[in-house]
């Protein structure tokens, strides 16, 4: 609920005891409660009028989408997180031609004169 954690809601309950009192706090707590509810309705009542007045080409838009950090995500930054997303096994194994000069040059080898070392495509 909100990122908090039973420390802080506790020294909510705490605050609200001292601010409102024992026999105001429920009545204090009941009309928070009605605000809460009647917010969120005109929200959701917001939302569905504007789905209604945009029309059919707009039948699955989304407001959230119109926040900065969600609207970058979607439209910049979703191939990347479709790249992070992807499973390894979808990712082609470099060949085993890759691997074996740079066993030679792993296991001490020393190039011979006039000999091209290893080369790594992806280190360029």
């Known amino acids: 609920m909100f990122g908090l954690g039973w420390p802080e809601i506790l020294a909510l309950v705490v605050i609200a005891l001292l601010v409102f009192g024992p026999d105001k706090l429920p009545g204090a707590a009941a009309q928070a409660g009605r605000m809460l509810r009647q917010v969120r309705q005109m929200a959701n009542n917001a939302r569905s009028d504007l789905q209604d007045n945009l029309g059919p080409e707009f ?3 989304d407001p959230t989408d119109l926040h ?3 609207f970058v995500r979607k439209h910049l930054l979703q191939d990347l997180e479709d790249d992070w997303k992807r ?3 979808d990712v082609d194994d ?3 031609s890759y691997d074996e000069p740079y066993a030679m040059a ?3 080898g020393e190039l ?3 000999e091209i070392p ?3 495509s992806e280190a360029t």
């Open 112 to 114: 011979a004169y006039g």
């Open 87 to 89: 499973p390894a096994a």
């Open 68 to 70: 900065p950090k969600n």
């Open 59 to 61: 039948a699955n838009f």
């Open 118 to 120: 290893p080369y790594d």
């Open 94 to 96: 470099p060949p085993s």
């Open 106 to 108: 792993g296991a001490g």
